[in-house]
C-alpha cells in the first residue's frame, strides 16, 4: 500500500487525533464496526475539551457502542490540541534570538548556540527587524491547504457519480460548488486523485478535445510474481557467493544451471531484492556499466 506525505501547520485549538484501526473497527454485539463516521461525529462535538477529556468522551462512545463486546484488535488513541500558533512560536523565537545579542549582550554565535540556529538566521532578522521593524520578525501567513477531500466531500462525489455514472469530472466540481443546499468548493486536482484511487479513472480523465479521438488507455502489465521459497534461497546463495552480481547476471546464472535450472523472471528477482534492500547493494546491468566507464575515463596516471 503506497501513503501520501504531507505537510500543514496547526493553528491554535487545532485538534489532531491519532488511532489505530481497532477504533473505527470496534464491533458491537450485531457485528456492526464503529466506523469513521461515528469517530468524526464524536470529535466534531467534543473538539473544544482538552485532549484527555475528548479521548475520555471517545472511549465512552465506543464502550457504548460495543455493549461490552470482545473486542479483537487493540484500540490506542493519541490527541494533541495546538496551544498557540505556528506564527506566534517563530515570532518569540526569532524576537529572543535579536534580544540576547542587542539586550543580553551575547555574541552571535553564542546566541546562536543557545537557541540552535545557524548565524545566518540572525542575520536574516536582524536586517528585516532594521528595515521593518518587530513586523519584520513576524511570518506571512499562508493559506492552509490539505491534499484530501474530507469524507462528507468525497460522499458527496460519489453521490453524484452514482446517479449519473457518465459525469465527467468539471461537472462534478461545478454541480457541487453550485448545490443549492449544501454547496462546496473543492479542487478538481483533489477529486481526479480520489476518483483514481477508487478505479474511476475514466471519470477523472479530461474530455477530448473536438475533432481529436481519445485516447486509448494501455494496458498495464501484470505485477510481477513472487518468488518461490526456493528460488529465493537460490537468489541470496548466489549473491552470498558473489555479491556484485547484477540481477540479469543473477537470472541469467540460475536459468542456466546445469544441475537444478530455474525459470527465473527478472522483474521477480527485482522485486525480492528491493524487498530486502537489494537495490542499494545489487545494480543493473546499465548502472553497472556506466559507473565502469566513468571510472575508466577518471583514471589518470601518475608518474
Known sequence: MLFRSQKIKLEKDDVLLIYTDG???????KKEQFGEKRLIQVIKENYQLTPAELVQKLNESIAQFTSGAEQNDDITVVAIKEKM???TVQFKMR????DLVEKKGLSVSKACRQMHVSPGVYYKYKKLFDEQGINGL???KAKRSIGELSNDQKDAVMRLVEENPEITLPKIVEALKNHPENPMEL???FVREFLKRKGLGGVAAPPAKPGKPAK????????????????????LKALGEKADLTPEEIVEMLNKNPESPLALDIRS????????????????AAEASAEGQIADSNEVDTP
Open 216 to 235: 486509448s488507455s494501455r494496458p498495464r502489465k501484470p505485477a510481477a510474481a513472487d518468488l518461490t521459497e526456493d528460488a529465493k534461497d537460490a537468489v
Open 95 to 98: 524576537k529572543k534570538l535579536l
Open 85 to 87: 500558533k505556528a506564527e
Open 187 to 189: 479542487e478538481t486536482k
Open 269 to 284: 528477482v527485482r522485486k525480492f531484492l528491493r524487498s530486502r534492500g537489494g537495490d542499494l547493494l545489487v545494480k543493473s
Open 138 to 140: 513576524k511570518s506571512v
Open 23 to 29: 477504533i473505527t473497527e470496534a464491533m458491537n454485539v
